[in-house]
């Protein structure tokens, strides 16, 4: 059983930026898929982000603003978003896909992962 937590959420200001933390317990990240989804009031989850096996995805809303990376000394993986917009406003998620049953193509599809953290709130706001 994996545990994930998220941290780093907060109220931010349009053009502002905020660094998402998602840390890993009860299993390596090595052997995952990371994902990372939003839900905004009212919106459907959606998927922001994912990195696998070296690679990077990302939604094109955030294309340009975003950008995953992961520490796999700390077993953390991090969403650093720049350039927040009102738009960005949701509850964060982290969740992880075993590689072995990951599909890539599939990286926005929530059923495809295993394990999820509470949520991180973000605000973005004047």
């Known amino acids: 059983q994996v545990h994930l937590v998220e941290s780093g959420g907060g109220l931010v200001q349009p053009g502002g930026s905020l660094r998402l933390s998602c840390a890993a317990s009860?299993?390596?990240?090595?052997?995952?898929?990371i994902g990372w989804f939003r839900q905004a009031p009212g919106k459907e989850r959606e998927g922001v982000s994912c990195i696998s096996d070296g690679r990077t995805y990302y939604a094109d809303s955030a294309k340009g603003r975003f950008t995953i990376s992961r520490d796999n000394a700390e077993n953390t993986v991090y969403l650093q978003m720049n350039s927040l917009r009102p738009e960005d406003t949701a509850v964060y998620y982290c969740?992880?896909?075993?590689?072995?049953?990951?599909?890539?193509?599939?990286?926005?599809?929530?059923?495809?992962?295993?394990?999820w953290g509470q949520g991180t709130q973000v605000a973005v706001s004047s």
């Open positions: 969740a992880v896909a075993n590689l072995y049953t990951f599909r890539p193509i599939m990286w926005t599809v929530s059923s495809e992962y295993d394990y």
């Open positions: 009860g299993g390596t990240l090595d052997y995952f898929a």
